[in-house]
């Protein structure tokens, strides 16, 4: 029947929190999680490689009724409330022999399945016949409402029970399928719920394969198929939303690089007849039926998993197909599902569309991405991104990577200097002295130095073009901050490879200075004393440059002082103004009485004329600046 696979799946510990992370990423109208890195979808591959289920065969399709009551009699011969569509939990387990195999004082969990599997076996019919056909009718009831398909709470549905009453024919549909659409519908399920229902293993494996960097699953089983053989949990001893919080700041700084898109690539189809089978609808966006479950694979959203670029797409915005509610209590008529859905039944059994993509870059479509999802995927809605702070820093690291630069710039400046003295020196210095050889050595040695400290400078220039685009950048961001918290997400990741490389660069010139240092301390006594010069010149500078930043300093404090002190109060305010007024109208008065007789003594010498007297100003005027 295709369900062989699955049960040999060994016992695995629930990790509610990695489910509801993953619940909280999904976007019901694409049917697909919207991570930071753009969209990812569980696909018909990940079923058959993780559970084993078959995917070949009919769309698991057909009626639905308003009432199981006759049908549920009639096929399981057990009692089923009038107007229910609900077997019995009690009466089901009493049939299989599960309702008093309660598990034991100080019992292990594989010692009471073991029991378990023993009971069973002791109550179902062991020989072929019609008692045989009734209990595994009875156990498929179980396995399809309990655990393949299961939902919240204790009820045991009968929806499938029409498939099954011909047990000849069960293996014959895609119960694949007809899973991955009730994981979909189970993810889409009210966010007021605080758990998810379905078949957990299969989700907790597909985030182990394909976001191994969360760290929740470890390989324990090597060499098994189907995959989810392999995988166990670890064991978190947090509290649940502990470890929710984490694991959604995890995914929200998750690195891009540690997403696995293709995790299947080099595993082999040997000894998986239903892999060989179900490779026709690898790649293939298709439409997943699960009776009224009529769900879209949206594969063309997840190019990258197939081994192409992203081209841009257009987004699902609302579901092209609506269903009746969940409900089963008479809520609805019967269904013809194979008459409804006759269209996409027809693309199932197509094998839907082939996924083809012609796009070199991923660029335009994460920009779609963006604007679609902004801050409910980057970051989430937990985080509000600072974006004028983050701009802030880009700034400022990117005044820090222009004085790294400067530095370097002088440094390598300061290295040709240096070697034009040594080849100056080489050609006026006298062959007796024996150090032809230590010169072209030394001169050598100053080349390659110089040739390192222009390298140091060009990764410090690409470092500054890439700030200063990162910063452009940033600002776009600014202007559209609702629609771009994923860009700036990706800015913050080139910050932190710029910091890195800024500190790599720091440490070759770091290198560069100390082996510098020790070619100076081995140069002839005629270059020392020339570099000492230079050096003392050098610090001459400095000292005169620290000088100058000192007055300049001191005059901005002065006036920053002058500016607080005439804040104070309107008193003091009055009582400054009217000191800088009347002190700048005097010296003002000052200078122009020399300037006169400046020129008046010119005028004398020459037999000029009289000197006139200074023009009239009137203290407190405009031209003064008013007291202001």
Same mark, same amino acid.
């Given at each position: 029947?295709?369900?062989?696979?699955?049960? *040999?799946?060994?016992?695995?510990?629930?990790?509610?929190?990695?489910?509801?992370a993953l619940r909280s990423r999904w976007d019901t109208e694409a049917n697909a999680f919207v991570f930071?890195?753009?969209?990812?979808?569980?696909?018909?591959?990940?079923?058959?490689?993780?559970?084993?289920?078959?995917?070949?065969?009919?769309?698991?399709?057909?009626?639905?009724?308003? +009432?199981?009551?006759?049908?549920?009699?009639?096929?399981?011969?057990?009692?089923?409330?009038?107007?229910?569509?609900?077997?019995?939990?009690?009466?089901?387990?009493?049939?299989?022999?599960?309702?008093?195999?309660?598990?034991?004082?100080?019992?292990?969990?594989?010692?009471?399945?073991?029991?378990? @599997?023993?009971?069973?076996?002791?109550?179902?019919?062991?020989?072929?016949?019609?008692? =045989?056909?009734?209990?595994?009718?009875?156990?498929?009831?179980?396995?399809?409402?309990?655990?393949?398909?299961?939902?919240?709470?204790?009820?045991?549905?009968?929806?499938?029970?029409?498939?099954?009453?011909?047990?000849?024919?069960?293996?014959?549909? @895609?119960?694949? @399928?007809?899973?991955? @659409?009730?994981?979909?519908?189970?993810?889409?399920?009210?966010?007021? /719920?605080?758990?998810?229902?379905?078949?957990?293993?299969?989700? /907790?494996?597909?985030?182990?394969?394909?976001?191994?960097?969360?760290?929740?699953?470890?390989?324990?089983?090597?060499?098994?198929?189907?995959?989810?053989?392999?995988?166990? %949990? &670890?064991?978190?001893? &947090?509290?649940?939303?502990?470890?929710?919080? +984490?694991?959604?700041?995890?995914?929200?700084?998750?690195?891009?690089?540690?997403?696995?898109?293709?995790?299947?690539?080099?595993?082999?189809?040997?000894?998986?007849?239903?892999?060989?089978?179900?490779?026709?609808?690898?790649?293939?966006?298709?439409?997943?039926?699960?009776?009224?479950?009529?769900?879209?694979?949206?594969?063309?959203?997840?190019?990258?998993?197939?081994?192409?670029?992203?081209?841009?797409?257009?987004?699902?915005? !609302?579901?092209?197909?609506?269903?009746?509610?969940?409900?089963?209590?008479?809520?609805?008529?019967?269904?013809?599902?194979?008459?409804?859905?006759?269209?996409?039944?027809?693309?199932?059994?197509?094998?839907?569309?082939?996924?083809?993509?012609?796009?070199?870059?991923?660029?335009?479509?994460? &920009?779609?991405?963006?604007?679609?999802?902004?801050?409910?995927?980057?970051?989430?809605?937990?985080?509000?991104?600072?974006?004028?702070?983050?701009?802030?820093?880009?700034?400022?690291?990117?005044?820090?990577?222009?004085?790294?630069?400067?530095? =370097? *710039? &002088?440094?390598?400046?300061?290295?040709?200097?240096?070697?034009?003295?040594v080849r100056r020196g080489a050609g006026g210095a006298s062959t007796s002295r024996g150090g032809e050889?230590?010169?072209?050595?030394?001169?050598?040695?100053?080349?390659? %130095?110089?040739?390192?400290?222009?390298?140091?400078?060009?990764?410090?220039?690409?470092?500054? !073009?890439?700030?200063?685009?990162?910063?452009?950048?940033?600002?776009?961001?600014?202007?559209?901050?609702?629609?771009? /918290?994923?860009?700036?997400?990706?800015?913050?990741?080139?910050?932190?490879?710029?910091?890195?490389?800024?500190? %790599?660069?720091?440490?070759?010139?770091?290198?560069?200075?100390?082996?510098?240092a020790a070619l100076r301390v081995q140069r002839s006594p005629v270059d020392r004393e020339e570099l000492?010069?230079?050096?003392?010149?050098?610090?001459?500078?400095?000292?005169?440059?620290? !000088?100058?930043?000192?007055?300049?300093?001191?005059?901005?404090?002065?006036?920053?002082?002058?500016?607080?002190?005439?804040?104070?109060?309107?008193?003091?305010?009055?009582?400054?103004? /009217?000191?800088?007024?009347?002190?700048?109208?005097?010296? !003002?008065?000052?200078?122009?009485?020399?300037?006169?007789?400046?020129?008046?003594?010119?005028?004398?010498?020459?037999?000029?004329?009289?000197?006139?007297?200074?023009?009239?100003?009137?203290?407190?005027?405009?031209? +003064?600046?008013?007291?202001?």
């Amino acid at each position: 029947m295709g369900f062989g696979e699955i049960f *040999r799946i060994e016992r695995m510990r629930v990790d509610p929190a990695l489910t509801q992370a993953l619940r909280s990423r999904w976007d019901t109208e694409a049917n697909a999680f919207v991570f930071p890195w753009g969209h990812m979808i569980p696909s018909l591959e990940d079923v058959s490689q993780i559970t084993g289920l078959s995917m070949y065969g009919r769309a698991v399709s057909g009626y639905t009724y308003p +009432c199981y009551h006759d049908l549920a009699e009639r096929l399981l011969d057990l009692p089923v409330e009038r107007r229910s569509s609900l077997v019995p939990r009690i009466a089901l387990h009493e049939s299989l022999g599960l309702f008093e195999a309660g598990k034991d004082a100080g019992e292990s969990e594989d010692e009471y399945l073991e029991r378990l @599997a023993r009971v069973s076996r002791r109550e179902l019919a062991s020989e072929p016949g019609p008692q =045989a056909d009734l209990d595994l009718l009875r156990f498929l009831v179980l396995f399809l409402g309990r655990l393949l398909f299961a939902t919240r709470g204790d009820a045991v549905h009968c929806r499938f029970l029409p498939l099954l009453a011909d047990l000849g024919e069960v293996g014959g549909y @895609a119960w694949g @399928a007809a899973f991955l @659409a009730h994981q979909f519908d189970c993810l889409s399920a009210s966010d007021r /719920q605080t758990s998810t229902s379905g078949f957990y293993p299969f989700l /907790q494996v597909w985030a182990y394969l394909h976001l191994p960097a969360l760290g929740r699953g470890e390989l324990t089983r090597p060499g098994l198929v189907p995959i989810a053989r392999l995988w166990g %949990a &670890r064991r978190d001893t &947090r509290h649940l939303a502990d470890q929710l919080e +984490c694991l959604q700041e995890a995914i929200d700084s998750y690195p891009y690089l540690d997403v696995v898109w293709q995790p299947y690539m080099g595993e082999g189809d040997e000894g998986q007849p239903w892999l060989v089978q179900a490779r026709p609808y690898f790649g293939k966006s298709v439409w997943l039926h699960a009776l009224n479950l009529v769900l879209p694979l949206n594969l063309f959203l997840t190019q990258c998993s197939l081994g192409f670029r992203q081209s841009v797409v257009e987004f699902p915005v !609302r579901d092209r197909f609506r269903r009746p509610g969940r409900s089963f209590r008479g809520l609805h008529d019967t269904t013809d599902w194979r008459e409804r859905v006759r269209e996409q039944i027809e693309n199932w059994e197509r094998k839907g569309k082939s996924v083809k993509s012609t796009a070199t870059i991923d660029d335009a479509y994460l &920009r779609a991405y963006a604007l679609k999802y902004g801050g409910k995927v980057y970051k989430s809605a937990r985080h509000q991104v600072d974006v004028a702070r983050e701009v802030a820093l880009l700034r400022a690291l990117l005044l820090s990577a222009t004085h790294d630069r400067e530095a =370097a *710039r &002088r440094e390598t400046e300061e290295l040709r200097r240096e070697l034009e003295s040594v080849r100056r020196g080489a050609g006026g210095a006298s062959t007796s002295r024996g150090g032809e050889s230590d010169r072209a050595s030394f001169q050598a040695q100053l080349t390659a %130095a110089i040739s390192r400290a222009e390298e140091a400078e060009r990764h410090l220039e690409d470092r500054e !073009r890439d700030l200063r685009f990162t910063n452009e950048h940033a600002m776009d961001l600014q202007a559209q901050r609702d629609q771009y /918290q994923g860009e700036l997400q990706t800015t913050r990741g080139d910050r932190d490879q710029l910091r890195i490389r800024a500190e %790599a660069a720091k440490a070759q010139v770091a290198a560069m200075a100390t082996e510098l240092a020790a070619l100076r301390v081995q140069r002839s006594p005629v270059d020392r004393e020339e570099l000492e010069r230079l050096r003392a010149e050098l610090r001459l500078q400095e000292g005169l440059a620290q !000088r100058i930043q000192q007055i300049v300093t001191d005059i901005g404090r002065s006036r920053s002082r002058s500016r607080s002190a005439a804040s104070d109060s309107r008193a003091t305010g009055g009582t400054v103004g /009217q000191y800088l007024v009347s002190s700048s109208s005097r010296r !003002r008065n000052e200078v122009e009485e020399r300037r006169l007789q400046d020129e008046g003594g010119a005028q004398g010498e020459g037999g000029g004329g009289a000197m006139l007297p200074p023009p009239d100003r009137q203290e407190g005027s405009e031209e +003064c600046g008013g007291g202001e």
